[in-house]
């Protein structure tokens, strides 16, 4: 069965402080690893994807893979409450996997 | 420009009716793709459509029925569907440039109401 699981949360963190955002997946044969976000009643939005082991930043934003440990994590610094949303770690092989999804919130 | 848009954005509908949801990109994606969300659940994925020929077909209930005119259109057909049927209807293309690494972007949605 191939699968991808986060943390339900939901993760609540102070505005200024690092959000920490977990994955793993099951399937050792994917290949991209994907984060979105997503508020509430709208659609998924394409904040990072990661191909190699290591980190890849991008603004406030890393995503960091260990295809070893099967784990993939999003951090957010300075998070602000305009980040509060839920987050969805995707991983591909021949189709898109979706986690069910970690509420983060933000509050000041 | 990574903009997917379908329309409607909103559709409410009987059992007995038959509607159609579209979508559209222009950005050369030769890869789309139709997802149903449910509350607080993540996108499932229902048609995948390559090089506009369907590739994918999630075990999905007949009364939905994909169509890809052209590579930059993509229908779903409904007919008689069930209140059950009532989700967020995604559609999201990818460029296939590379096998195992097609990023997906989403359009807005239809948020659909079946009565």
């Known amino acids: 069965q191939k699968e991808v699981e986060q943390n339900s949360g939901p993760l609540s963190v102070p505005e200024g402080a690092i959000a920490s955002l977990n994955c793993t997946y099951s399937d050792r044969v994917s290949q991209s690893f994907f984060w979105y976000r997503q508020y509430s009643g709208k659609s998924p939005e394409l904040i990072m994807s990661i191909y190699s082991n290591g980190d890849k930043e991008d603004g406030r934003f890393t995503a960091q893979l260990n295809k070893a440990s099967q784990y993939v994590s999003l951090l957010i610094r300075d998070s602000q409450p305009s980040d509060s949303a839920t987050y969805l770690c995707a991983v591909s092989t021949d189709k898109l996997i979706f986690g069910t999804g970690t509420r983060l919130q933000v509050f000041p | 420009d990574t903009e997917v848009t379908q329309t409607p954005k909103h559709l409410v509908m009987g059992m007995t009716n038959k509607k159609s949801l579209k979508c559209e990109q222009h950005m050369g994606h030769r890869a789309m793709y139709w997802y149903k969300q449910k509350a607080k659940k993540p996108p499932e994925l229902m048609f995948v459509y390559s090089y506009e020929k369907l590739s994918i077909n999630e075990s999905v209930p007949s009364r939905f029925s994909p169509e890809c005119p052209n590579s930059s259109l993509l229908n779903l057909h409904l007919h008689a569907l069930q209140p059950e049927d009532s989700a967020l209807y995604l559609c999201?293309?990818?460029?296939?440039?590379?096998?195992?690494?097609?990023?997906?972007?989403f359009g807005p949605g239809t948020r659909l109401l079946v009565l």
């Open positions: 999201a293309s990818s460029p296939l440039k590379i096998q195992g690494r097609e990023t997906q972007y």
